[in-house]
């Protein structure tokens, strides 16, 4: 298995097209890894309600 650093100068060496293909699929994967901790489940739920219920003000820039 190659090292960090052997990684890192490979990475150097990849046309632009190749390192956006390398951070999508970089960031899709840390996204999947990703897991929601239940207080963060929660807020979202909260929010959700709140929205249903018409307990939502807008911002005016």
Do not use: C, H, Y
Not at 2 to 21: D, G, H, R
């Amino acid at each position: 298995m190659p090292t960090l650093e052997q990684i890192e100068n490979q990475v150097k060496q990849l046309t632009k097209t190749e390192e956006q293909a390398l951070r999508d699929w970089l960031e899709n994967m840390l996204e999947d890894e990703l897991q929601m901790s239940d207080e963060f489940k929660a807020k979202i739920e909260r929010g959700e309600q709140d929205i249903r219920e018409g307990r939502v003000r807008t911002r005016k820039p």
